[in-house]
């Protein structure tokens, strides 16, 4: 519990005035993604690297997150280095990566604000709004939380979490 508490005041509320951001990347495929593409859902854009431990820690919160909430959350994994394609390929392959991953040269300053460590996360409303930004990793449940709790402050309602269904068994 003490963990999940330091992970909540670890995600940074950002301006009460959210605006809409969007940005546009190739995936690995080299079809371009945008962040627009995924209004009406909850976003978490993930910059990480493939040789930052955090940043792997974190990998199975973020598709255990993605896989159960797919009508309401979508995950970006964006590959924050300067790695050959084919390596990155494999790499997201070998680490079951099923969310979109997308892959841009570092920056001090993306079009989502700062990213000044890795892991950084963004989270992004239904609406296209910034709400919050983390740098270190984040965890599903910190991440559950924080929507859940925005949902209930009236943001986002078109994008429900959907929780998994442990009674049936």
């Not at 519990?1 to 301006?15: E, K, Q, W």
């Not at 820690?57 to 084919?86: A, F, K, Q, T």
């Not at 709790?149 to 929780?163: D, E, F, M, P």
């Amino acid at each position: 519990m003490r963990s999940l508490i330091f992970m909540l005041a670890l995600l940074t509320a950002l301006p009460a005035a959210a605006e809409k951001v969007d940005f546009t990347l190739k995936d690995l495929d080299g079809k371009p993604v945008s962040l627009s593409d995924f209004r009406g859902k909850w976003v978490i854009v993930n910059y990480w690297a493939t040789w930052c431990p955090p940043c792997l820690e974190e990998i199975p919160d973020l598709v255990g997150l993605y896989e159960d909430n797919r009508d309401s959350v979508v995950v970006l994994g964006i590959s924050y280095e300067e790695v050959n394609m084919e390596y990155l390929q494999e790499f997201v392959e070998s680490h079951m990566m099923s969310y979109p991953v997308m892959q841009m040269d570092p920056q001090p300053v993306t079009e989502l604000g700062p990213v000044l460590g890795l892991p950084t996360s963004y989270i992004i409303s239904p609406e296209g709004e910034r709400l919050a930004r983390q740098e270190g990793p984040v965890t599903r449940a910190a991440l559950e939380e924080y929507i859940a709790r925005k949902q209930q402050q009236g943001i986002g309602l078109t994008g429900a979490l959907q929780k998994p269904d442990t009674t049936a068994q």
